[in-house]
């Protein structure tokens, strides 16, 4: 009987597993015995390594997510995690008094590359670059006036941006006034961005108005306080201006939101293209005045990594971002105009007007 019965149930099994195509799943508890096990992945206590690349970021006194600066140096950092396996990682900085032990972090553990963002950051940087040789430094925005061995200056043609957002602005304005809202003329890219924009609007249209506003901070608020940005483009856009130009991390973010909040007025973003970083600027956003900050960190980690880091200063490309939704809203002869610009600034028959 118990014969029988063990024969009955050894049928129905055999049946289950025939219905179902003889498939069965097996979920592994252990490797096989003898079988290689995979290698363990590096992690920030392998940064001494010299295989191990590690990257280090170090913020001005913005933050990481400022949409701007210091969010686009952090791409390129992020690019080299993805594209040379680099450990990265990054600090903000909260106090400028920081500067120097935010950068000792990463350098007591043993990281290859570190990046500062920021002018503010420069004077930390070289005596960080001098007492430790060994490790290489990006400064962003920071102009090397001698060059250090182990120091790449990822410096901007911020003017020649500026200008061909000025072109633009002149050319799109119905009023004849336009603005800028700027962080502090304390940075001299921004002083740039400022020289340029007047000076673009000016080479296409000679008696346009232009209401340029520094934010009256120092470094450690100027960057960061898109109230004040908000206030001073609607303050510009009472006066009559119609195109506003944001420079100044959320600062400028804020002027930029403010406008558009208002109909039949345009903005210009800044540092990258912020029609991917501030969407809600997307209905007066016409085009970013670019540093391709995120191609040329990336670029100088690379050299790092290759053994053919540059020393000095390393200047990065700027342009205008693409127009987006306003394709169609920027007339053919302005596109025209602006082309004619970039190829007189890039083979120097047109300048700037500005004198660092």
Same mark, same amino acid.
């Given at each position: ?93 909260? !106090?400028? &008094?920081?500067? $120097?032990?935010?950068?000792? /972090?990463? =350098?007591?553990? #043993?990281? @290859? *590359? +570190?990046?500062?963002? %920021? ?105 960061? !306080?898109? &109230?004040?940005? $908000?206030?001073?483009?609607? /303050?510009? =856009?009472?006066? #009559?201006? @119609? *195109? +506003?130009?944001?420079? %100044? ?108």
């Amino acid at each position: 009987m118990k014969r029988s019965v063990s024969l009955i149930i050894l049928l129905l099994v055999s049946a289950l597993i025939a219905a179902c195509g003889g498939q069965q799943t097996v979920t592994p508890t252990t490797a096989p015995a003898g079988a290689t096990p995979a290698p363990a992945q590096p992690t920030e206590a392998d940064c001494p390594k010299p295989e191990v690349l590690c990257v280090g970021l170090v913020t001005d006194v913005g933050e990481i997510d400022d949409k701007s600066f210091n969010q686009s140096a952090w791409e390129g950092v992020k690019r080299a995690e993805a594209e040379l396996g680099a450990i990265i990682g990054y600090v903000e900085t909260r !106090d400028a &008094k920081d500067y $120097a032990t935010n950068i000792g /972090l990463f =350098i007591e553990k #043993g990281y @290859d *590359v +570190i990046v500062t963002v %920021g002018f503010a950051l420069g004077e930390a940087t070289i005596e960080a670059a001098n007492a430790h040789p060994e490790v290489k430094f990006i400064g962003v925005d920071q102009f090397q006036a001698a060059e250090v061995p182990n120091v790449a200056g990822l410096i901007f043609a911020e003017d020649k941006a500026g200008f061909l957002a000025g072109v633009l602005a002149a050319e799109m304005s119905k009023s004849n006034k336009i603005a800028a809202v700027l962080g502090t003329n304390l940075v001299p890219p921004v002083v740039a961005f400022k020289e340029g924009y007047e000076n673009g609007a000016k080479y296409v249209k000679p008696d346009i108005q232009v209401i340029s506003t520094y934010h009256p901070g120092g470094l450690d608020t100027a960057f960061t !306080d898109p &109230k004040w940005g $908000a206030d001073q483009a609607k /303050l510009a =856009i009472d006066q #009559g201006a @119609d *195109v +506003i130009f944001g420079a %100044g991390g959320k600062t400028g973010n804020g002027a930029l939101i403010e406008t558009a909040a208002n109909s039949g007025v345009y903005c210009i973003g800044v540092d990258t293209d912020q029609w991917e970083t501030v969407p809600e600027a997307r209905p007066c956003l016409i085009s970013s005045a670019m540093k391709l900050i995120t191609p040329g960190v990336f670029d100088l980690i690379k050299k790092a990594q290759e053994g053919n880091f540059p020393s000095g200063n390393y200047v990065g490309e700027v342009g205008l971002a693409p127009f987006h939704d306003f394709e169609s809203v920027i007339p053919a002869e302005v596109k025209a105009k602006i082309a004619e610009v970039d190829k007189g600034l890039r083979d120097g028959s047109i300048s700037t007007g500005y004198n660092p």
